[in-house]
């Protein structure tokens, strides 16, 4: 059964805004309503920032009444702030504002509430596509993981999610009373992506406030739980997404990926411009793909260049992490959903992440690179 926009602009006449009886539909805070092919509905509603808490039973009445119409099969609706330009303009607030809690040592004063139980969220970005990031992504947060941390990952790429392929997982997250997801796990890890609310094939034609409000959603709908580090694997670029999770999120800060030549160093370059410009500290650089050793003879070739991205970060004055070859190993690991890091953590390839890790931990909690990660204790 197809659901139409009409059918969901029915349904919404039914939630008031205030006690004089508005309706949501007739209140003008009502942003478009999309409905994809899978019955999925996607709709924002458009508050001041003071406003995030007396609307929230709004949104939540709003989403109950979608959710109740027979064939809607899910629904992402969440609470949109918009301001005029200038230097106070910010993006969307949070659907669900966490309470107060003290700020976070050197946090941007811009940035969102913290998740509650999360202790460092660090965004892996690019500025462009095909460099390898979510590969990085995967590896880096299992090598965390490997150091003794408490680690999620989330697939913030919503046009190209591809953790789902990574760790080899498919299905849906369960969902929980309050509406909330589980996550999926994968090899130890907390793992969320769009892939598990999507068909494979499906493509994300989205606009630029659809998928902030997937991402936010995703971010904290989702139980966590205790954490040491969130790994967010980004969209590439510098776009809506970039900035929703650089502006209303806590970011530890960032780690950019990029190949070892000079149109990827481009692009990567203009990533951490965006960064510094919105106060997320740059955790390193890493460069990708650098150096491809023949496995018949053992000649080592610099397809990509080498050397490119540690001079970038060094001319930045930005921390360097480490560099990841162009490995066929990684390539097969990573197409079968095997990720090297989980399945052969002592081999050669598995340990250049280990180090990336370590040294990325380092700088975090500003222990020396090589000390000692806490370690989980169940009591």
């Known amino acids: 059964m197809?659901?139409?926009r009409d059918d969901v602009m029915k349904a919404l006449t039914g939630v008031t805004v205030d006690a004089a009886g508005t309706?949501?539909?007739g209140s003008g805070r009502l942003s478009q309503v999309v409905v994809d092919a899978n019955n999925r509905v996607m709709f924002s509603i458009l508050i001041d920032p003071s406003e995030a808490e007396r609307f929230e039973p709004v949104r939540r009445a709003a989403e109950g009444r979608v959710l109740s119409i027979p064939g809607v099969s899910g629904v992402f609706a969440s609470l949109t702030s918009e301001r005029g330009p200038g230097p106070q303009a910010q993006s969307p607030a949070p659907p669900r504002p966490a309470a107060p809690q003290p700020p976070r040592p050197g946090a941007p004063p811009n940035q969102g509430p913290q998740l509650p139980?999360?202790?460092?969220?660090?965004?892996?970005?690019?500025g462009k596509g095909g460099v390898g990031k979510s590969t990085t992504a995967c590896n880096l947060a299992l090598a965390l993981k490997a150091q003794g941390l408490k680690v999620g990952l989330l697939d913030a790429d919503i046009y190209g999610p591809s953790v789902p392929k990574l760790f080899g997982l498919s299905g849906k997250p369960n969902v929980v009373e309050n509406r909330s997801m589980e996550p999926m796990e994968g090899y130890g890890l907390k793992v969320m992506s769009i892939g598990f609310l999507i068909e494979p094939e499906t493509a994300m034609i989205w606009r630029g406030p659809m998928v902030q409000?997937?991402?936010?959603?995703?971010?904290?709908?989702?139980?966590?739980?205790?954490?040491?580090v969130l790994i967010v694997d980004m969209p590439p670029g510098t776009g809506d997404a970039q900035l929703t999770m650089a502006q209303a999120t806590p970011l530890s800060g960032a780690v950019i990926v990029s190949t070892p030549q000079d149109l990827a160093l481009i692009d990567a370059r203009r990533g951490v411009t965006m960064f510094k410009k919105v106060a997320v500290p740059i955790l390193g650089v890493i460069e990708n793909m650098a150096t491809f050793v023949c496995p018949n003879c053992g000649h080592a070739s610099h397809i990509f260049g080498h050397g490119g991205a540690r001079q970038e970060a060094e001319r930045l004055g930005v921390p360097f992490l480490g560099e990841v070859p162009l490995n066929m190993t990684i390539r097969e690991t990573s197409d079968s959903g095997r990720p090297v890091v989980a399945t052969d953590p002592d081999g050669p390839q598995a340990q250049v992440y280990r180090e990336i890790a370590a040294k990325l931990w380092a700088n975090l909690s500003g222990a020396p690179a090589g000390r000692a990660a806490p370690k989980i204790v169940i009591e």
Not at 117 to 126: C, E, L
Not at 213 to 228: F, H, K, P
């Open 2 to 4: 197809a659901i139409s």
């Open 23 to 25: 309706t949501l539909t």
């Open 117 to 126: 139980g999360v202790r460092h969220i660090v965004a892996v970005a690019s």
């Open 213 to 228: 409000s997937a991402i936010t959603q995703m971010l904290r709908d989702v139980l966590w739980g205790e954490l040491d």
